[in-house]
């Protein structure tokens, strides 16, 4: 069951909510609510502290997620799990202060194993990649640039089909992963940690 959480970052384009169904159900994530309200965009909820939004307008649309310990994006996500959901697509990343920003890198490594998590950019896209997924595989053309980041740290990294393979190596935060090359049309990425891989 897939969903669309909707940050409070910079707005998503058209082009890039092009690619999602009309049906996908979208929820705002604290503020983004009135940033996709405002860009004509239907949220069927708010996920959040909702300290970034008019509670009374949102009262009947709202779920508040008080735990202070984590951020409103990793809560969403979580809550968004323990509701069934299996793919969320996220928007409304892009901009804001570093910590912010760092802060959403973050919550891919704190999101339950059993979401497939895409960030939506406006120049591309970032796809969390868990163990409990196994390898991810992907069809790309030739020379297709991508990166590899670790989010955890990782005893066993594999890639193939790209200029610079990894066969069962470590790998933690560094960019040791920046900006790799397919040689094949056929990549696949396996990792015992957590990985955001970047097209």
Known sequence: MRAILWCNGQNPTIEMMEIFDKDTPLFGVDGGADKAQKAGYEVIEVLGDLDS?????????????PDPS??????????????????IDIVGIDGGSPDH?????????????????RMQHENGTTIRLHPDEGA?????????EFSVFALSKCERVTIEGAKWNLDSQPLEFSTLGLHNL???????????????IIF
């Open 53 to 65: 939004i008019d509670s009374e307008e949102w009262n009947e649309k709202s779920t508040k997620l």
């Open 70 to 87: 984590n951020s409103d994006l990793a809560k969403a996500l979580a809550e968004l799990a323990t509701r069934g959901f299996d793919s």
């Open 101 to 117: 920003i760092l802060g959403n890198w973050a919550a891919l490594a704190d999101a339950p194993g059993s979401l497939c998590i």
């Open 136 to 144: 991810a595989e992907f069809e790309a053309e030739i020379g297709t």
């Open 182 to 196: 397919t040689i094949e049309k056929h990549l696949k990425i396996q990792a015992d940690g957590i990985l955001a």
